[in-house]
């Protein structure tokens, strides 16, 4: 672990496998992987004031502009999963999630997740609010 890792909070978002999110086998689908972690940075969002609902009223979102994962281990009907974020560097428009799966001590999925934020009336790349630049400031240091 790096210093800067280390300077990270980590949030969690607890999460059980559904019949939904199975094959016919059991096993999770592998695409359900990413909708884990995307449950997990609105949750992340959500516990800073920022719901979904708020964002759509400043006509405010975040796209993915890069994604990066590795599969370790299948997830199973019925497990309850742990999705772990921490937000390694962010700049004015964009921030990097790094976000693993781990079902007790065993991790199941990683990924990297880069977002930046997105003006939905000209649908063009924003900077974040000033208020939003210094949430992301206590959670990390912002990268060059």
């Known amino acids: 672990m790096t210093s800067e890792t280390a300077r ?6 607890t999460l059980r496998v559904y019949y939904q999110d199975t094959d016919t086998a059991g096993v999770v689908y592998h695409a359900n992987y990413l909708a884990f972690c995307e449950q997990a ?6 516990g800073h004031g920022y719901s979904q ?3 759509f009223r400043e006509h405010t979102a975040f796209a993915v502009r890069d994604l990066s994962c590795r599969f370790y281990a299948p997830a199973h009907l019925d497990d309850l999963l742990e999705v772990r974020s921490h937000i390694p560097r962010h700049s004015r428009a964009r921030i990097v999630f790094d976000q693993t799966i781990w079902r007790g001590d065993k991790k199941l999925f990683a990924a990297t997740v880069t977002v930046f934020c997105l003006n939905m009336q000209t649908r ?21």
């Open 41 to 46: 940075r609105t949750e992340w969002l959500r």
């Open 8 to 13: 990270c909070p980590e949030h969690i978002h």
């Open 53 to 55: 609902q708020r964002l």
């Open 124 to 144: 063009a790349p924003m900077a974040f609010a000033s208020d939003f630049l210094s949430l992301l400031d206590t959670e990390t240091q912002p990268s060059s």
